[in-house]
T-cell receptor, first 112, second 112 residues
């Protein structure tokens, strides 16, 4: 079974400091990995997917298959980045079905 | 486009009552799913559907029923509400289960 681990429940950084939100996954095949973000009182929205290899709002994430990681990074944190971040893995779960599995989330707090 | 619409936004139930959480999407997505979000637990998959007439269980299906009679609608039924089902419920849809998912605003459910 697939598993997603986000080791930090809360991460506090100062404005302008670099940010790294950690995500490790467990899956024997080739996963599809995503980062979703939930701003206060808003719905979850897709931030990044590994397959697109793009930068959104200054965030990037690189899939490291050797370390089974998909860490989210931003060189300079902004106050508006404060939110809940979820790493998610979409993978085949058997019997012709796929499941999207979420980590428990990391709350990022950017201190002015 | 409304995207994914969930109703109601808030609901308070007594133990043993039943109710249906509504979810509708206007993007013609085949894949729809229900999650519950609990503090420290992230999002956990309750049920999902890969198309009209097809549903399957996720990680935490007990106490919930779903049906998918149309592409647009995917209601979640609580058969006999229990305090352990107090949570925030999110509905999501996507073209495929492995691609980006679009989420609704959520339903905050309290069971007394």
């Amino acid at each position: 079974a697939q598993r997603v681990t986000q080791p930090e429940k809360l991460l506090s950084v100062f404005k302008g400091a670099p940010v790294e939100l950690k995500c490790n996954y467990s899956y024997s095949g080739s996963p599809e990995l995503f980062w979703y973000v939930q701003y206060s009182r808003q719905r979850l929205q897709l931030l990044l997917r590994h397959i697109s290899r793009e930068s959104i709002k200054g965030f990037t994430a690189d899939l490291n298959k050797g370390e089974t990681s998909f860490h989210l990074k931003k060189p300079f944190a902004q106050e508006e980045d404060s939110a809940m971040y979820y790493c998610a893995l979409s993978a085949y779960s058997g019997a012709g079905s796929y499941q999207l599995t979420f980590g428990k989330g990391t709350k990022l707090s950017v201190i002015p | 486009n409304a995207g994914v619409t969930q109703t109601p936004k808030f609901q308070v139930l007594k133990t043993g009552q039943s109710m249906t959480l509504q979810c509708a999407q206007d993007m013609n997505h085949e894949y729809m799913s229900w999650y519950r979000q609990d503090p420290g637990m992230g999002l956990r998959l309750i049920h999902y559907s890969v198309g009209a007439g097809i549903t399957d269980q996720g990680e935490v299906p007990n106490g919930y029923n779903v049906s998918r009679s149309t592409t647009e609608d995917f209601p979640l039924r609580l058969l006999s509400a229990a305090p352990s089902q107090t949570s925030v419920y999110f509905c999501a849809s996507g073209r495929t289960p492995v691609g980006p998912q679009h989420f609704g605003d959520g339903t905050r459910l309290s069971i007394l």
